[in-house]
């Protein structure tokens, strides 16, 4: 047989369409060609997959060798080609005897001794293996997370040598078994907090309903705390949503680690972080850190310590919760489904308004530094808390605040209310749905209308209220939005930033 068809996936964003390795063999001088549009990686195949033909015992054809990556419109990037390339000419020149080829997909990066070494996007390969209804042969190091998709279709393989006893039929190999560990992760626990009452009431509303939050003090009074403590209080990630984060995490470079199965992703990316890291890019787009966040937190801290152009990017993904790549040769639509954490100083030295006297920092100096911000970002950001320093009575203390897991029971709880009532969290209510589910009794609606003009709020901040106190009024059992209610989701709004 001079023609074999091998089945593999190429990768496109979060998607991973099917591509059909054709190997043809022909009688001529010898000669290796790739067509199909692959980039230097692809190209370099050639090489690697020879070397690791002729160290597996095989014989390399000294033949015309075409293979056809198609379809020849889509880009091929990576190594994840030898291993089909490879099988592809075996099978062409019958050195493999395989009827049952078109029910399997390979991919793998060959080493020149005929090893396989890991690939990246298995889990986002496997997804699609699996509509398609065939098995997965991929290297060990990467098989385990594909397993998390395609029960007893994966085939986690070492070399080349086999691969091809299993598709010869002498050494069968057999499918792994992942055991998913349902346990809850482990998280940084909320009682380690001191103090800070009103920010940990902040935080637990922020995860309830699934809101940004802005946390304003002086160093050290626990705002990275705070923050590092959110993923412990969010609801459990369900399987959709633990294969969604899961599949972006398998598209980062440092793949994904199957003990961060169901944990919700941190992301805390340092300020000198450009846009590209921030959301993603490149020549051959990748999820930058707010695809790596989602269905968990981004946590920015020193907000102002970022570049204003780089802050800027997050606009439109807070609102879309997804982003769009766009390069001269390739588009890639990435998820971005993340909850926004940010901290920040009072002023460039931290100490405003604390008694030590210790601020000498002037009103300008001080406008400047808050400056850095846009308010259109600013407005985007649900609640805006103040975490001030902490007296020697609090952190002495020896009574402990309240635990993660009794705060979580309390969210998940809430969260359930939400999703009963409308399908969704409180905070991507929008529009009719606003409207109907966040009802407000009269006297709550005389409030808000009243702080909107003593405050100057916008529209946009308006909504966020509404939204804000719904999931202050889930927390207390309540089914209509009171004022009380009302009055709590307009502290949490207010700043002194004017929005």
């Not at 690697?48 to 054809?61: H, K, T, Y």
């Not at 889509?74 to 029910?103: E, M, T, Y």
Request: proline share 6%.
């Amino acid at each position: 047989m001079a023609l074999a068809v091998v089945a593999s996936r190429a990768l496109a964003g979060l998607h991973a369409p099917e591509v059909a390795v054709e190997v043809h063999l022909a009688n001529g001088l010898p000669q290796f060609t790739i067509v199909g549009l692959p980039d230097t990686e692809v190209k370099e195949s050639r090489d690697r997959v020879r070397a690791a033909i002729l160290n597996s015992g095989f014989e390399f054809p000294a033949r015309r060798i075409t293979v056809n990556l198609a379809p020849a419109d889509l880009p091929k990037d990576s190594g994840r080609f030898d291993l089909p390339i490879a099988i592809g000419i075996l099978v062409a020149a019958g050195q493999i005897q395989c009827p049952h080829l078109a029910d399997y997909e390979f991919a793998g990066e060959l080493a020149l001794s005929g090893q396989l070494r890991a690939v990246r996007g298995a889990l986002a390969m496997a997804c699609q293996t699996r509509r398609a209804g065939r098995a997965f042969m991929l290297p060990r190091d990467c098989a385990q997370e594909a397993a998390l998709v395609l029960a007893d279709q994966v085939y986690a393989v070492d070399s080349l040598l086999q691969v091809c006893a299993h598709l010869n039929g002498t050494q069968p190999c057999s499918p792994i078994v992942v055991n998913q560990n349902d346990t809850r992760p482990v998280y940084p626990d909320l009682a380690d907090v001191k103090g800070q009452a009103a920010a940990r009431y902040a935080l637990e509303i922020a995860a309830a309903g699934g809101h940004s939050l802005l946390l304003v003090g002086p160093p050290g009074t626990g705002k990275s705390m705070l923050a590092s403590r959110l993923p412990g209080i969010l609801p459990a990630m369900n399987e959709e949503e633990a294969l969604e984060a899961a599949s972006v995490q398998s598209l980062g470079t440092r793949g994904f680690l199957l003990e961060q199965w169901r944990q919700r992703p941190f992301r805390a990316p340092h300020h000198t972080a450009s846009a590209v890291a921030l959301v993603g890019g490149g020549s051959d787009p990748r999820p930058g850190e707010i695809s790596l966040a989602h269905h968990g937190v981004l946590f920015l801290d020193e907000l102002p310590e970022f570049d204003r152009k780089v802050l800027e990017v997050l606009r439109e993904p807070l609102e879309s919760k997804v982003i769009h790549i766009s390069r001269a040769s390739r588009q890639a639509t990435f998820p971005a489904d993340f909850q926004l954490i940010a901290a920040m100083n009072p002023c460039p030295c931290g100490y405003q308004g604390q008694p030590s006297g210790r601020c000498q920092c002037t009103p300008e100096q001080i406008a400047r530094y808050v400056g850095k911000l846009s308010g259109p970002l600013l407005d985007r950001i649900d609640m805006h808390v103040p975490v001030p320093a902490l007296g020697a009575d609090e952190l002495t203390s020896a009574v402990a605040g309240e635990g993660s897991e009794l705060v979580r029971l309390r969210v998940q709880q809430a969260r359930d209310v939400q999703l009963q009532r409308q399908g969704c969290s409180n905070a991507r209510l929008s529009g009719l749905a606003l409207e109907q589910y966040a009802a407000a009794d009269p006297a709550a609606l005389a409030l808000l209308a009243g702080a909107l003009e003593k405050l100057g709020l916008s529209a946009r901040s308006y909504h966020r209220i509404l939204r804000i106190g719904r999931t202050v009024a889930d927390l207390q059992g309540s089914v209509k939005l009171e004022r009380h209610h009302m009055l709590q989701a307009i502290q949490l709004r207010r700043s002194g930033f004017g929005v």
